[in-house]
């Protein structure tokens, strides 16, 4: 089969490579869609240390069952899926209470570290556990399926924050996922602020539902935010960038009581306004990937509710997929999603 294969550090190069084995709970998926993720992007050059060449990338994705293991019941070949990339061993104790993203024994599509190599999607075909499948609802694209891991990333976070209908929220950092943050919460009636340096993706969260843009550059964005909160600050504010001055702003915009949920980690750590979240006792929430969020969020795609291509910047064929790891790497404006084809 043809797979898109990271030989060593910014190096892609489309080869031959042995079609993936499965085992008797496994299926065997022919890959009709996978999103370029920013942690492949991100990952190409060796900084994560968590993309070790060689290793085929790739982890949003959907496809057509091809084969299946023996003990794979209740799925067949033609069936219509995507699935969950991050693979849990289904036994720990997290696991045990449903904390799936909590795996002691987590592994991730498309990833090669010190612990272990899973090849993942950017292929002709991938394998996967069967329970890590998701059926998709019917007359769904493989394009706008393979963006079930992320809507399923935004709504997890959203689901940290238990907001409610009429809460304020502010969106610190309007890339891919913090646009599809700002859609799931004016799914379900949160008045959002955004917050990001580009006027491009402000412009789009606030097509996207957000009643204000914000450019931290250009006006000092807790006043802004107290102007539209009666002075008291925002309910919810959510980071997802994962560097100093957006968790700053993210804590300053909160009110006396608020929620911070963090999304983003670009840095591994971060300075904390301390004083600020003590003496306003604000709560702090991680939020790391997806619980079993991908029902609700292919749901959310089918019916329109969250609105995945205006986050898709193009399509292409896999073949073309080193050129548009390049445009992705060097942060060419516009660009959100690319989903390749193979």
Request: aromatic residues 6%; hydrophobic residues 45%; charged residues 25%.
């Given at each position: 089969m043809k797979a898109l294969v990271l030989k060593e550090y910014n190096r892609l190069v489309l080869e031959d490579v042995p079609v993936p084995e499965i085992g008797?709970?496994?299926?065997l998926i022919q890959v009709r869609a996978c999103g370029i993720c920013g942690s492949d992007v991100h990952g190409m050059d060796g900084s994560t240390g968590r993309r070790k060449p060689p290793i085929i990338m790739g982890h949003e994705a959907a496809g057509v069952i091809a084969r299946t293991g023996a003990d794979a019941k209740g799925w067949k070949p033609g069936d219509r899926?995507?699935?969950?990339?991050?693979?849990?061993c289904g036994e720990c104790f997290f696991c045990s209470r449903g904390q799936i993203n909590l795996c002691e024994?987590?592994?991730?599509?498309?990833v090669s570290c010190d612990e272990y190599r899973q090849d993942g999607a950017f292929a002709e075909y991938v394998a996967v556990p069967q329970r890590a499948l998701y059926r998709l609802p019917e007359g769904l694209s493989f394009e706008r399926a393979a963006l079930a891991e992320p809507v399923s990333i935004a709504t997890h976070a959203v689901g940290r924050a238990s907001p409610s209908s009429g809460d304020t929220a502010v969106v610190v950092g309007a890339g891919m996922v913090g646009?599809?943050?700002?859609q799931v919460l004016r799914a379900v009636g949160v008045s959002v602020i955004a917050v990001d340096v580009d006027k491009g993706r402000l412009d789009l969260a606030m097509r996207l539902g957000a009643v204000?843009?914000?450019?931290?550059s250009r006006c000092d964005v807790?006043?802004?935010v107290l102007k539209r909160t009666d002075g008291r600050g925002a309910d919810i504010s959510f980071e997802v960038v994962g560097i100093i001055p957006a968790v700053n702003t993210a804590v300053a915009v909160l009110r006396k009581g608020g929620a911070l949920v963090l999304v983003g980690n670009l840095s591994p750590t971060v300075d904390l306004p301390l004083q600020a979240v003590v003496t306003r006792e604000i709560s702090i929430r991680g939020s790391y990937m997806s619980r079993g969020e991908y029902p609700a969020g292919l749901d959310a795609i089918?019916?329109?509710?969250?609105?995945?291509?205006?986050?898709i910047s193009a399509t292409a064929p896999l073949a073309?997929?080193?050129?548009?790891?390049?445009?992705l790497y060097d942060r060419e404006p516009g660009l959100l999603k690319v989903v390749l084809v193979p």
């Open positions: 008797p709970g496994d299926v899926v995507t699935f969950d990339s991050n693979i849990c024994n987590l592994k991730v599509l498309g646009l599809l943050v700002v204000a843009g914000l450019d931290p807790r006043k802004e089918a019916r329109g509710a969250i609105n995945v291509d205006a986050v073309d997929g080193p050129g548009w790891f390049k445009r």
